[in-house]
């Protein structure tokens, strides 16, 4: 059998893409005039903003006592949504830098929006750690900045891990996000009209490209070396995030399993973002050629195992607790199915175990609207695993008498809701200012344009 | 190179400087005139406390207490350790006086009755209108005042008698039915002193003693000292509870027989026959007790009959037994007859002379009946009593409304109250004069004969009420009436009694004036008494049935117990936020009334925890929160007095439900006692639900390592401190996996591997503290005292709601063993839950910012200026004992931030908070000790919660030390550390496990 190249393996992602310039075409008609529909959803993002913006200067200006949050459950749904935004950002980096580094042909069309999606996702994730502050004013005491009195962070505390973690986490997604851009952005710039704003918009990002050789062999060299850069920072990130709860002694969170459970759980979420989000792009843009049934394929592939390995996590959890013959441990598990929360674990359950079983199915995996449902679901469900994880076990700790039971309130609600805002606000603005799909990468894996091939004599004479 | 300043480095500094200062110099809006403390007064330093003895005026004990004044302000109330009734501890009611001091909805100045509103007056105008309205009314007039100091109750005889009126006395909570039943049973009409310390048996059939009944500290410290378990000898006292409910102090006991309501009398005579079968002597109740056997009384009591006979063999084998009647709550159709029987088994089983003692008898007790008030009321009623005074009491609110109180005062032509916040029955009157609080006006107490204790003001007035003390006032009317009462103030007319008191006990001393700056010092003085001990049993001079009461009501509906609050006392209590915040002992719940039903009842009417319930009884109806207990029999209710206000001040009004809407205005004969156990009710559903303003989360330990008990037969049978046959492990910071056992004594804490920060163990102190959990009984004294001292802010109901509560120690309260269906031991753990600074803490290593840190002197600190509020330091704390300012809770209305204590940080909104072993009295006691030259000595310091702790359970000090008191007490077999042994935390806190009568699992701890 003979070997298929890699070209042959990028027309068969994009069969029905023929030429370069069809590419140019398809791709950049994305950043014309927006529609109606974008104006409404970008206003219902500003609301979103709105809200968040309202809840949040409540908060700071009446107290964190507006949230739901109590003794002994001090970290309720801000946590979480900050564990859930970190853990959708962490798909774009996954394709973007380790499937280029594995030569995962099919992340050419997906990675730019996924690796937006990071960046929002982490400005998101990032929101978190100072909404849930007693005293955000005070947000910078967690940074090793110099003063007189030589006071530190405490640089045991996971917290600061957390900062560290995070903001390494933005500052490289974001290089590598725009880097990437580069060629893109100047074949957007050389597209737009001189002076307009937009075209002094892309020559700024562009950086001056203009697709020499010489910038060619730097811009791949340069994009290797981030991509090794952001590649250890997949797995470090979440595992730190991890370990806000694995280093702590509270029962349901410290275990050992957490590092790799949660990186499992970042990318089981974040791809079924990617999914989510990469549907309706492709059937409003009509970008079907792009986007092929292979892509989904392959991304539901990448769901079904990692939500298998979050399924085990959970399983193991559930034995270990057992396995471990304390009570306390025990019985924040049983708690877990059966308790107050059952409700909310049996949501994570369904939709991160049940549900994705469905991806077994080639059919399934083949069927645009079943992955949207059920991707849905899977960020519906990893929402929730991190609600229980955190709002469980903090419940249902050592001292029973200190039991107690907590409800997010309107203000937690508003600020969750305010963040979904916040990042559509940002997704948005990317995908009508930033082409959503890599045109230069795609174009490496189309067949290089050929004339075609002249006939010989003998044919003519034939 | 030059060093240092460089001219034009030094010109730009200036220049900056100078331009900011302008700036700031400019910004000022308002120049205030500052005025330098240059001559302070001469007993204020500042920063320095001065302590006043005086005495304590929350309840009819008759405590003597420290006031703790700083730069003129009264900021915490101690128990007086020289007094012989509080023995230096004091109640929560004793420390929450301050927030009635302090109290932003004390009376501000006199005030006019106009129409529906009040008007303010002067207090020329005012004491003209009281003048003229008593001067007009004349005989016709009539005084209603509360329990007040014998001073001040002998000028209101001396001013009742100037105008020829007539005074009456009403107390809520009143022991009347006792007070009659010792006169029938020993011709003494008083009420005896019962010596709990002595007691080697002790039956309770319903008294409240550590909680409302007559001397509740020193109940307490008694108990605890006899009830505890003597490490020494392993002697330990057993305390039976008969009754339908456990109150706190049943919770204490370690037998329940949950005898049916109105069957104490029978069961007491029955007892009490077994005993004279046996040989002991009734006197003339012989013949009476001769009809009383044990299987009738066990039919009446519904409790089988072998268990009664296992009583009487407890009784006859007790060399002091000590035997109490049915309380407050207990005061039934047939009250006196009960309590009557109680004093003949006192008396057959030999604890007269030997508990019950009659040389001191009680002579400050609350006994006053409710006759008197309900003859006032049909006076009042028939619109003979022309002018009515009323000081001290608030019959509007504690009466049941059946009594027609407000009413009958309608028909009354003037009425005057003198208060210091508005309540119930002030609301009625015409007239309002503000009155001093205790701590602000003099006065004295006689809790018992030869014990005199003096009041005296341990502050200015608050200056935001123009108030009178009750005695000036009354000297002033007196002298417009034209009567010289030898006195021109309230005090010297106390220091003339004085003065006749000490040359009347024969001038002990020296001269009075040496006399009284002793007394005025020490608190109060012990003169020589003539009571005479000795009393037998004399033949009743009335038939009494000793039979169970008549009860109102449906005979299906449930038994209605209405129980004096161990918070509000009679509902006095309801207006300090320290009370409403105390989570009550036996329930937990803070803030809001509960109706206690027994959970089997609940699940049988189909309703559960927080559900709201109508009581409907023949007499009133209230809708209530299920509170499902499994201390109260299934065949009963049971419902706390003192909430549900409608008129005393923001902290009580709307709060709960006044149970005595249920009640009947009946007096019990022949006491004259109001009866509290009247009636039975409906119970119905209203399908409504409301969240409990609670702190219990789980009331079972789940055999976790939190409060094992051992029980008595086990003792000294070397179940030490074993960590159940487990070596602590420890993992060697960086040395990998390998676990390195240790030795576990508390001493060494912290050990090799821990993480103390700065701590040097080999040079700094250990702080220890150890707490006796077979002493300590859930009082919860501590919980308030600790507020005090630590200004822990309050939070309110909905915060409680939401599970906020800003307590620093949470008094943890664990069923183990409570049957309401049969009698058996009964077995509640208390297990009081504060910071315990582990050696190895969880929350240290976590806070990002160093807020919760090691203290070089070991303790885990708190930097509330550090803290940036991540609560990540709460989350990992096992004992979840920190805890959060969600909002700036420490913002309270004026004076009510007079009371913080100035050396303690008041915290602002979004840090987390925790106790610190106030560490403010050990910095203070360190201070002292190196201004001295000389070390800390054991015992020096005290924190606020051993200092209050009426059961003495807690000792706190240098565990380093070997000689050390608490040093010496964790050496105990009993000592262990919560959760230790699973999480390996080594804590600071030891404490001594509950012991019991009957055999308990071994927990391995």
Request: glycine residues 8%; contains cysteine; hydrophobic residues 40%.
């Amino acid at each position: 059998m003979a070997t298929v190249t890699e070209k042959e393996r990028g027309a068969q992602t994009h069969p029905d893409v023929r030429k370069y310039a069809e590419v140019n075409t398809d791709i950049l008609q994305m950043l014309s005039r927006p529609g109606k529909w974008w104006w409404i959803l970008l206003g219902m993002s500003i609301a979103g903003i709105g809200l968040l913006a309202f809840s949040w200067g409540n908060q700071i200006i009446n107290g964190i006592g507006l949230s739901g949050l109590n003794s002994p459950v001090g970290w309720g749904a801000y946590i979480t949504t900050f564990v859930f935004w970190v853990g959708i950002a962490h798909s774009g980096t996954l394709i973007s830098a380790i499937l280029f580094l594995f030569r995962a042909r099919w992340r050419q069309s997906i990675y730019r929006a996924a690796e937006a999606m990071t960046v929002f996702a982490v400005m998101t994730a990032g929101l978190f750690p100072l909404i849930h502050l007693g005293r955000v004013w005070h947000a910078y005491w967690l940074f090793p900045y110099p003063n007189q009195r030589l006071l530190w962070p405490n640089f045991r505390s996971p917290l600061v891990w957390d900062v560290f973690a995070v903001s390494t986490y933005f500052t490289v997604s974001s290089l590598f996000f725009l880097l990437g851009l580069i060629p893109d952005i100047a074949a957007a710039r050389d597209q737009t009209q001189k002076g307009t704003l937009r075209n002094r918009f892309y020559h700024l990002l562009s950086f001056g490209w203009r697709g020499t050789d010489r910038q060619w062999h730097h811009f791949a060299k340069a994009y290797l070396l981030l991509a090794a850069l952001a590649t250890p920072l997949v797995l470090s990130v979440h595992s730190v995030v991890s370990w806000d709860f694995a280093m702590a002694i509270v029962p349901g969170w410290h275990a050992t399993i957490f590092a790799p459970y949660f990186v499992a759980g970042a990318i089981f979420s974040g791809v079924a973002m990617v999914i989510t989000l990469m549907v309706p792009i492709r059937k409003v843009f009509r970008l079907e050629k792009y986007l092929t049934i292979r892509h989904f394929d392959a991304m539901a592939k990448l769901c079904l195992v990692t939500g298998l390995i979050v399924f085990y996590a959970y399983l193991t959890e559930f034995f270990m607790a057992w396995y471990s013959g304390e009570d306390p441990e025990r019985r924040v598990f049983w708690n877990r199915l059966f308790g107050h929360y059952w409700w909310a674990t049996w949501i994570m359950l369904t939709c991160n175990g049940m549900i994705p079983i469905l991806l077994w199915f080639k059919r399934v995996r083949h069927s645009i609207p079943a992955l949207f449902v059920i991707t849905i679901f899977i960020n519906i469900g990893m929402w929730f695993e991190r609600y229980v994880i955190i709002v469980t076990s903090l419940s249902h700790e050592y001292m029973p008498f200190a039991w107690a039971v907590y409800r997010p309130s309107f203000t937690e609600m508003g600020i969750v809701i305010g963040t979904f805002g916040w990042f559509a606000f940002w997704f948005l603005l990317f995908i009508r200012l930033l082409p959503p799909v890599a045109i230069s990468e795609i174009k490496e894996v189309l067949p290089p344009p050929m004339r075609p091939k002249r006939r010989t004599k003998e044919e003519v004479s034939s | 190179m030059s060093e240092g300043i460089k001219r034009r480095d030094f010109l730009k500094v200036l220049g900056v400087t100078g331009a900011g200062a302008g700036l700031v110099g400019c910004s000022t809006d308002r120049v205030e005139k500052l005025m330098p403390y240059v001559t302070p007064p001469e007993d204020i330093t500042p920063g320095v406390a001065t302590w006043y003895s005086t005495a304590c005026g929350e309840c009819s004990a008759g405590c003597g207490v420290w006031v703790k004044s700083m730069d003129g302000r009264a900021i915490k109330l101690e128990g007086n350790p020289n007094h012989p009734i509080s023995g230096g501890a004091l109640c929560a009611r004793g420390h929450s006086s301050l927030q009635a001091l302090y109290n932003p909805d004390r009376v501000t100045q006199p005030m006019q009755r106009n129409g529906d509103e009040f008007e303010p007056i002067d207090w020329e105008t005012a004491e003209g209108i009281l003048t003229n309205a008593i001067q007009d009314a004349g005989s016709a007039t009539r005084f209603l005042s509360g329990r007040v100091g014998p001073s001040l109750s002998a000028l209101m005889d001396e001013v009742v008698a100037e105008i020829g009126g007539e005074r009456v006395e009403y107390e809520a909570l009143s022991e009347a039915p006792l007070r009659e039943a010792v006169r029938i049973a020993f011709g003494r009409d008083e009420v005896p002193h019962f010596d709990f310390e002595s007691a080697d048996l002790i039956l309770s059939f319903g008294a409240d003693f550590i909680e409302t009944w007559l001397s509740p500290v020193e109940h307490m410290r008694g108990f605890a000292r006899s009830s505890g378990v003597d490490d020494t000898d392993g002697s330990k006292t057993r305390f039976v509870f008969l009754g339908s409910r456990l109150n706190l102090t049943g919770q204490n006991a370690d037998d329940w027989y949950p005898i049916r309501p109105g069957s104490e009398g029978a069961v007491a005579l029955a007892l009490a026959n077994a005993l004279v079968q046996r040989g002991a002597d009734a006197g003339p109740y012989n013949s009476i007790v001769q009809g009383y056997s044990l299987s009738a009384a066990a039919e009446q009591a519904g409790i089988p009959q072998d268990s009664l006979e296992e009583l009487v063999d407890h009784l006859s084998a007790a060399e002091a037994p000590l035997i109490l009647g049915p309380g407050v709550a207990g005061q039934h159709r047939n009250a006196t007859a009960s309590n009557l029987a109680a004093m003949v088994l006192n008396a057959v089983s030999g604890a007269i002379g030997s508990t019950v003692h009659f040389d001191q008898s009680l002579t400050g007790a609350a006994t006053r009946p409710y006759s008197e008030l309900f003859g006032l009321i049909e006076e009042m009623a028939g619109g003979s009593v022309q002018a009515l005074v009323l000081h001290g009491t608030n019959p509007a609110y504690s009466l049941p409304p059946a009594a027609g109180f407000r009413e009958a005062i309608e028909g009354v032509g003037f009425k005057v109250a003198i208060v210091s916040q508005m309540d119930e029955t002030a609301e009625l009157a015409d007239l309002v004069l503000p009155d001093r609080h205790y701590l602000e006006s003099w006065g004295d107490s006689n809790p018992r004969p030869g014990l005199w204790t003096v009041q005296q003001p341990a502050m200015r007035p608050v200056p935001h009420f123009d108030s009178r003390p009750c005695g000036d006032l009354l000297l002033s009317l007196a002298s417009r009436l034209g009567a010289d009462l030898g006195a021109e103030t309230f005090h010297d007319y106390v220091r003339n009694r004085w003065s006749d008191l000490h040359a009347d006990a024969g001038s002990p001393v020296g001269t009075f004036d040496v006399f009284w700056r002793q007394v005025l010092r020490d608190g109060m003085a012990e003169l020589p008494t003539d009571a005479a001990a000795q009393v037998s049993l004399q033949s009743p001079d009335r038939a009494l049935t000793f039979d169970a009461p008549a009860l109102d009501g449906d005979e299906d509906g449930h038994v209605l117990v209405v129980y004096p609050s161990s918070r509000f006392g009679d509902g006095s209590g309801a207006n300090r936020p320290w009370l409403q915040e105390l989570p009550d002992p036996v329930s937990k719940i803070a803030w809001h009334s509960w109706v206690e039903i027994h959970p089997d009842t609940a699940s049988e009417m189909g309703v559960r925890k927080g559900d709201i319930v109508r009581l409907r009884s023949p007499h009133g109806e209230v809708e209530l929160p299920v509170f499902t207990y499994p201390g109260v029999r299934a065949d009963t209710v049971a419902v706390a007095m003192g909430s549900g206000h409608e008129s005393y001040g923001r902290y009580a009004e709307g709060k709960g439900v006044n149970p005595m809407r249920l009640l009947p205005a009946e007096q019990e004969q022949p006491s004259g006692a109001l009866v509290h156990l009247a009636t039975r009710v409906e119970v119905e559903p209203t399908g409504r639900h409301r969240r409990l303003a609670t702190i219990e989360g789980s009331d079972q330990t789940y055999d976790r390592p939190i409060a094992p008990a051992v029980a008595l037969a086990e003792l000294g049978q070397g179940h030490g401190d074993d960590h159940g046959g487990y070596d602590l492990q420890e993992l060697q910071a960086m040395g990998g996996f390998v676990p390195v056992p240790t030795e576990g004594r508390p001493q060494d804490y912290p050990l090799p591997g821990a993480q103390y920060g700065d701590y040097d163990p080999a040079e700094n102190a250990r702080w220890s503290m150890a707490i006796d959990l077979d002493k300590c009984t859930g009082c919860s004294a501590c919980v308030t005292a600790c507020q005090a001292e630590n200004n822990v802010a309050n939070v309110g109901e909905d915060q409680i709601m939401m599970g906020r509560d800003l307590h620093w120690i949470r008094m943890e309260r664990y069923y183990e063993t409570v049957d309401a269906t049969a009698p058996g031991p009964v077995d509640v753990r208390f297990v009081p839950m504060m910071c315990q600074h582990c050696g190895n803490a969880p929350c240290e290593p976590v806070c990002p910012v160093y807020a919760a840190y090691h203290t070089p002197d070991g303790l885990n600190g708190q930097i509330y200026n550090r803290c940036v509020g991540t609560r990540y330091c709460a989350n990992n704390c096992p004992y979840k004992v920190r805890v959060f300012n969600w909002y700036g809770f420490s913002d309270v209305p004026e004076p009510m931030n007079w009371q913080y204590n100035p050396d303690v940080t008041v915290r602002s909104e979004g840090v987390m908070e925790k106790c610190s072993f106030c560490v403010q009295r050990i910095r203070q006691v360190e201070n002292r000790a190196t201004v001295e030259g000389r070390d800390v000595r054991d015992g020096e310091v005290v924190p606020a919660c051993q200092q209050s702790c009426p059961a003495e359970a807690i000792v706190f000090g240098n565990i380093r030390d070997p000689e050390s008191r608490v040093a010496q007490v964790v050496e105990n077999e009993r000592t262990y550390r919560v959760l230790d042994v699973l999480i390996n935390t080594q804590p600071a806190v030891n404490y001594l496990r509950k012991v019991t009568f009957h055999p308990v699992d071994d927990i391995h701890v």
